[in-house]
């Protein structure tokens, strides 16, 4: 059953109004999309995600409010573009949910879990070219060691990179996430292999490069007044949003509604463990 994170601390920080209209960038399943829509009158909700695969799930799930959901497919650095050419207004809102959904981390043959043996794919839109096994297979040893350090902030890096290169062909999920334990011995609780996979996914899906073009472009989506929430479930992405977020308090864009990260309850991360490393910001447009 899939279980949208911190879903009351969303709708409180988008204060969502019943003729608003509101971006749901990260659609997934429609978890979050579907509760800003149950809460509208005569407003709507754009459900946007890069995934094609799990935009269809997220319409079958929300089926039954679906006269107050439009759904496109598209990536962050597209929004301003798709909602220029769909001629729609300026936000009252606008929610990202930046963690990876649980189909994705479910499905095999998606390529993003080291706990199921799948393919070495890991593409959020599976129309581009670039996998996480051409990354793996044909970049070379110092630039996989810095792709993992920078991107997965994994201190064993170059060890993981050189037992990469001599193990090379890797071609599955299973191949990868074995050889890493291998190669390094297990310190924490998590798989030693999970830094490593978050890198590749970052770097397969330029994840980053995305969610700097998102926030170069809130002042121009969201109207004075509107909300904007972010959840992120790793520093790269959290450092980001602070940052973002603070620059536009300063420069008089916006205001701080958390001036300290909101996290997950501790009966929300026994209930649904995924949510344990979510980290929530929100700001007021001016």
């Known amino acids: ?29 429609g978890g979050h999309t579907r ?21 269809e799930l997220a319409r079958k799930n929300t089926a039954d409010v679906a006269a107050r959901i439009r759904f496109y497919a598209v990536s962050f650095a597209r929004l301003e573009e798709m909602i220029e050419a769909e001629g729609l207004p300026r936000l009252d ?15 095999s043959g998606r390529g993003f879990s080291l706990m199921a043996d799948g393919p070495l794919d890991m593409r959020l839109d599976r129309a581009q070219k670039v996998t996480a096994a051409d990354i793996v297979n044909f970049t070379s040893e110092k630039e996989l060691a810095d792709l993992i350090y920078q991107l997965g902030e994994e201190r064993r890096s170059r060890k993981i990179s050189r037992a990469i290169v001599r193990a090379r062909p890797i ?6 996430a074995t050889l890493i334990e291998s190669a390094v011995p297990r310190t924490e609780k998590i798989h030693p292999a999970t830094r490593t996979f978050l890198a590749l996914r970052l770097a397969v899906n330029q994840e980053l490069e995305e969610l700097d073009a998102l926030l170069a472009s809130l002042p121009r989506l969201v109207k004075a007044g509107g909300r904007v929430v972010i959840l992120s479930f790793h520093s790269l992405e959290d450092r980001r949003v602070k940052q973002s977020f603070q620059a536009m ?16 309850s501790e009966e929300e991360v026994q209930e ?9 910001r929100a700001v007021e447009m001016l």
Do not use: F, W
């Open 171 to 176: 071609r599955t999920t299973g191949q990868l």
């Open 93 to 107: 809102g606008l929610l990202a949910d930046l963690g990876v959904s649980r189909y994705q981390l479910t499905e």
């Open 272 to 280: 649904n463990p995924p949510s344990r490393s979510a980290k929530l």
């Open 35 to 55: 509760a800003i829509a149950e809460r509208l009158a005569s407003g709507y909700v754009i459900a946007c995600d890069r995934d094609a695969e799990s935009l």
């Open 1 to 29: 059953m899939h279980v949208p994170v911190m879903l009351a601390e969303c709708l409180e920080y988008l204060g969502v109004k019943p003729d608003g209209v509101y971006l749901d960038a990260t659609a997934g399943l």
């Open 249 to 264: 308090a300063r420069a008089g864009r916006a205001r701080i509604l958390t001036p300290h990260v909101v996290r997950p």
